[in-house]
């Protein structure tokens, strides 16, 4: 017979079940929290640790009870570490969970389990073991300084897990202060049937850590109910200000209050006995605000609320996500503008009759400006913009010192090309030449139809041999145009004249009149070319 039926093995046998059920029912609400995993995985392995210890407490042979001595610091050091990993979750400090530092974690546990594994080569765990009587199976360890570098290891980290779930129980929302509390509550349990049997204050050969996770895993099992916890999270408890005026609402994944400020209660007319129940029910006079709940975008919209005083709120509704940009709960801030809004709206009344009144003002004008500064034709700029605009220029540049560059050119036999083809074929040869000049127009450049078959164009910034570039280019394009004309094609070649500012011109008059002494060069010189001055 290798075990016998004891007490201590059915109260261990127990808590392993609690402990595998509350690890049930929080993988059934994993998806509320990210700390569920670890928190259902710290209870597996709190499971392990209770069965190991049953099992080590039922076994009569001293070898088989070392055996499972030594796996219950496996499953210890499981449980400790799992622990405080749980703890940076619930705190919202996953940040801290690198793969370093869970590695970092790991390092302690492992190298007890090995100090523990190997204890017969240097006795530090256990320098002996003795039978407690001959009336039971249970044996005494007696410890050696590796038992208390092992129980120092768990001390840290239950006690690091514990500073977070205190910070935790310290914060204003009253939801968090309790779920934290009781998992905290949960955590001391454990610790104190530990001390317990370290301090050698239980009976000879009991070791209660184990047994004491029954009660740890009952308070869980209330938390898991009583509390909600993975299912109601305090979800961005911190931005909520008890005194701001402003009311605030934070709902959960199901759309179940979380938290409320008394701005909100005074708003709505409820108390913080609201929290927990579904925003359906609390809003049962409101339910258009319900269905906005479901917009993947923040919302905001005006609302008239009767409820304890009649008055607008302007309602502004915030998808909340953790930092993997998973959707955690929704913040609702509710502001009472009543004092605003009829003023606002009358004002906004006056103020769409004056924007009417503005925008027809403003069309007229800019068809009127248009009219004055277009070339019907061609839609280039006509000569009148061009004279006002190259004066700014031109001012600007000899301020700024920079020097500008004017191309004029002529289509040349524009006159035959009207007599063979009509008017018709000059103003397609005009609108087509107009889209080409458009199109080796760069941004700041001014082009325009400087009148009847004559363009100008522009060049701030840019020196003689690159406005002589530009106007070889433009000269070369359109003596490569072939224009359709009917069953006809027109083509032609264009002359260009070229000056500059201030080299060639001071002033806009002298500047133009040297520019078409240029293109007059071109001219004389057989069309078709490019000239400078």
Known sequence: MLFQNNPYFAILILTALIAA????????RRTACSASIPFILLMLSIASYAIVAALEAAAIA???KIFWSKLEYVASGSVITLFLIFAIHFTHRRQWLTSKNIVLLCILPIFNVGLVGTNEQHRLVWIGVLPCSHSTNQVIYQHGLGFYWVM??????????????????LRPSLLHRQQSSMVLAGAIVPMLGATLYMLDLTPPGLNITPMSFLLAGTIYFVTLFR???FDLVPVARDTLIESMSDGVLVLDLQNRIVDINPAAQRLIGTTARCIGQPLRQVFSRWQDIVQLLYAPEVVKTELWIDAVASCYVELRITPLRDRRKRSTGRLLVLRDVTQQHQS????????ERLQEQLREIQKLQTQLREQAIRDGLTGLFNRRYFEEMLSQELTRAA???YSVAVILMDIDFFKQINDTYGHQGGDLVLQEFGKLLRHHSQQGDIACRYGGEEFVL???????KDAYQRAE???????????KFGSATICTTLSLGVGLFPDNGGTRESLVQVVDHALYLAKADGRNCVRCV
Request: charged share 15%; proline share 3%.
């Open 21 to 28: 059920a509350v690890a049930i029912l929080a993988w059934r």
């Open 399 to 401: 301020r700024e010192s």
């Open 62 to 64: 001293l070898p088989h």
């Open 473 to 483: 280019q433009i000269r070369l394009s359109f003596q490569a145009m072939r224009m």
């Open 152 to 169: 120092t290891c768990v001390y840290v980290y239950t006690l690091a897990g514990s500073l977070l779930l205190v910070n935790a129980a």
């Open 227 to 229: 509390f909600r916890l």
């Open 458 to 464: 522009a060049l701030p910034t840019v020196a003689m």
């Open 344 to 351: 606002e709206f009358d004002l906004r009344q006056v103020n």
